[in-house]
């Protein structure tokens, strides 16, 4: 048989979390050894770094090489070890027919040699193979297994990434990422959207942990996690209170979360290009005013016709209303009733998780005592008897749930009227517009008395909220 003058060397390893591919380099470099000792030229070797070859994932190098081996391009193949090249029997196979179609028999590894045009040879490559995948199996188990036990110990997952509002270690609290979590946390809970808050960090040049420029799925992924709650997820199921501190509550992690799934159900995404955009009412027929440029003039029109079924009989210029309202709604945020209103609004929100509590636990119950019925712990009678009380309990809770408002949207900014005054030019349209809804239910604009006259305020009626 003559000397491989085309040989491929293939190389792989399945995890490399530091991405220096050290093992990788040792595979080459013991192939390098064994093809010079025979005499073997290489005419290309095949990398996958960083890749399973268990798990069934694409492998470019490799199917790159079983390309070049079809179109008779290499006459030899050298591996470290027959795992490097697959660990799945069904691979092995779909390796030997090629091999087999394209006349190439030697296939050399550094422990040990398969010839693969006899039956001896395949045969101790598919024991390889099996075996190989047996222990791959195992592996993968054993896996999944310490990523549960650590997941329901409280600890850190794995990955190289550290997560924005930690340290490296993944448990010790950076504060001051905290706070900016912390910050945008009470913004979407007033209503500003996440589009909005991606581009402020960006424009305060404020990286994410990876150095990275913000996106709103960015924003988004760190506010959905578990993790700023104090919380271990697992397979994207939470499993229990992790063992470092939280950045929020668990409760605002609810509210959270209401508020995402309702921007969704809602579908808004045309960015706000008006501050008062949905918030006010025709004085004559109680219909919406939309925005309306003309020209060079921002207005908010009461429009006729089969898609609004307003009068036409009301106009304002969209300036100067919107100043007056932003001035009342900061005047507002300062005085003592808004400082009582938002206890009141706190103390709803405590009852609100006490009652998410009480409702998880009972579905509990009610789960557990399905699963005892039909394990055969109890009879009908007695589950049937257990679970009237229950479901008569979780349909209470419901009620009261839905009776009870659970919003933080003034936490932050009820006292700060000045404050917020102050920066008011600063801040983008969404977080102003935020803030006014946060106070302000509507204002009704009634008719212009004089036509083409000078703004009356007059013609501002507002509704508060509170």
Same mark, same amino acid.
């Given at each position: 048989?003559?000397?491989?003058?085309?040989?491929?060397?293939?190389?792989?390893?399945?995890?490399?979390?530091?991405?220096?591919?050290?093992?990788?380099?040792?595979? +080459?470099?013991?192939?390098?050894?064994?093809?010079?000792?025979?005499?073997?030229?290489?005419?290309?070797?095949?990398?996958?770094?960083?890749?399973?070859?268990?798990?069934? *994932?694409?492998?470019?190098?490799?199917?790159?090489? !079983?390309?070049?081996?079809?179109?008779?391009? $290499?006459?030899?193949?050298?591996?470290?070890?027959?795992?490097?090249? #697959?660990?799945?029997?069904?691979?092995?196979?779909?390796?030997?027919?090629?091999?087999?179609?394209?006349?190439? $028999?030697?296939?050399?590894?550094?422990?040990?040699?398969?010839?693969?045009?006899?039956?001896?040879?395949?045969?101790?490559?598919?024991?390889?193979?099996?075996?190989?995948?047996?222990?791959?199996?195992? *592996?993968?188990?054993?896996?999944?297994?310490?990523? $549960?036990?650590?997941?329901?110990?409280?600890?850190?997952?794995?990955?190289?990434?550290?997560?924005?509002?930690?340290?490296?270690?993944?448990?010790?609290?950076?504060?001051?990422?905290?706070?900016?979590?912390?910050?945008?946390?009470?913004?979407?809970?007033?209503?500003?959207?996440?589009?909005?808050?991606?581009?402020?960090?960006?424009?305060?040049?404020?990286?994410?942990?990876?150095?990275?420029?913000?996106?709103?799925? @960015?924003?988004?992924?760190? +506010?959905?996690?578990?993790?700023?709650?104090?919380?271990?997820?697992?397979?994207? %199921?939470?499993?229990?209170?992790?063992?470092?501190?939280?950045?929020?509550?668990?409760?605002?992690?609810?509210?959270?979360?209401?508020?995402?799934?309702? *921007?969704?159900?809602?579908?808004?995404?045309?960015?706000?290009?008006?501050?008062?955009?949905?918030? +006010?009412?025709?004085?004559?027929?109680?219909? $919406?005013?939309?925005?309306?440029?003309?020209?060079?003039?921002?207005?908010? !029109?009461?429009?006729?016709?089969?898609?609004?079924?307003?009068?036409?009989?009301?106009?304002?210029?969209?300036?100067?209303?919107?100043?007056?309202?932003?001035?009342? !709604?900061?005047?507002?945020?300062?005085?003592?009733?808004?400082?009582?209103?938002?206890?009141?609004?706190?103390?709803?929100?405590?009852?609100?998780? %006490?009652?998410?509590?009480?409702?998880?636990?009972?579905?509990?119950?009610? @789960?557990?005592?399905?699963?005892?019925?039909?394990?055969?712990?109890?009879?009908?009678?007695?589950? *049937?008897?257990?679970?009237?009380?229950?479901?008569?309990?979780?349909?209470?809770?419901?009620?009261? +749930?839905?009776?009870?408002?659970? #919003?933080?949207?003034?936490?932050?900014?009820?006292?700060?009227?000045?404050?917020?005054?102050?920066?008011?030019?600063?801040?983008?349209?969404?977080?102003?517009?935020?803030?006014?809804?946060?106070?302000?239910?509507?204002?009704?604009?009634?008719?212009?008395?004089?036509?083409?006259?000078?703004?009356?305020?007059?013609?501002?009626?507002?509704?508060?909220?509170?």
């Amino acid at each position: 048989m003559t000397e491989p003058r085309n040989a491929a060397i293939y190389a792989r390893i399945s995890s490399d979390p530091t991405g220096q591919a050290l093992g990788i380099s040792r595979q +080459l470099e013991d192939c390098r050894r064994l093809a010079h000792e025979r005499g073997w030229t290489v005419a290309e070797e095949y990398v996958d770094n960083d890749i399973s070859a268990y798990s069934g *994932k694409s492998r470019p190098a490799y199917h790159r090489m !079983v390309s070049d081996i079809q179109a008779g391009a $290499r006459d030899a193949v050298i591996v470290y070890n027959l795992d490097r090249l #697959t660990r799945r029997p069904v691979e092995l196979e779909q390796f030997v027919e090629v091999c087999e179609g394209a006349g190439l $028999r030697q296939l050399a590894t550094v422990t040990a040699d398969v010839d693969l045009g006899n039956d001896d040879g395949l045969f101790m490559a598919r024991i390889f193979a099996a075996f190989a995948a047996k222990e791959s199996g195992r *592996k993968s188990e054993r896996l999944r297994r310490k990523a $549960r036990q650590n997941a329901e110990a409280g600890k850190p997952g794995g990955g190289p990434n550290r997560p924005f509002g930690y340290e490296a270690d993944k448990i010790t609290v950076n504060p001051v990422e905290a706070e900016l979590i912390q910050q945008i946390v009470r913004r979407v809970l007033a209503g500003e959207s996440i589009r909005s808050i991606a581009t402020w960090l960006d424009a305060e040049r404020i990286p994410t942990s990876a150095g990275a420029e913000w996106r709103t799925s @960015t924003v988004r992924m760190i +506010l959905k996690s578990p993790r700023i709650a104090g919380l271990r997820s697992h397979l994207g %199921e939470v499993v229990g209170p992790a063992i470092w501190d939280p950045i929020i509550t668990v409760e605002q992690r609810q509210q959270l979360l209401n508020v995402l799934a309702a *921007k969704i159900a809602t579908g808004r995404r045309t960015p706000r290009s008006y501050l008062l955009s949905g918030m +006010l009412r025709c004085g004559k027929c109680g219909g $919406r005013l939309f925005s309306s440029p003309r020209e060079f003039e921002r207005r908010y !029109v009461c429009l006729s016709g089969p898609d609004h079924r307003g009068c036409g009989g009301v106009t304002v210029t969209a300036p100067p209303v919107e100043e007056w309202i932003a001035a009342a !709604v900061l005047y507002r945020l300062d005085t003592p009733q808004m400082g009582d209103t938002l206890t009141g609004r706190l103390a709803n929100d405590a009852r609100h998780s %006490e009652l998410l509590e009480q409702l998880d636990r009972d579905q509990a119950k009610l @789960t557990e005592l399905a699963e005892m019925w039909a394990d055969g712990e109890i009879s009908r009678a007695e589950w *049937k008897a257990a679970r009237e009380p229950l479901d008569h309990r979780i349909k209470t809770t419901d009620r009261q +749930l839905s009776q009870i408002t659970g #919003t933080t949207a003034l936490e932050g900014i009820v006292g700060h009227g000045q404050e917020l005054r102050e920066r008011w030019d600063e801040m983008n349209l969404e977080r102003q517009a935020a803030i006014v809804a946060a106070v302000l239910d509507h204002a009704v604009i009634n008719p212009a008395v004089v036509k083409g006259g000078k703004f009356n305020p007059n013609r501002i009626v507002p509704v508060w909220n509170l």
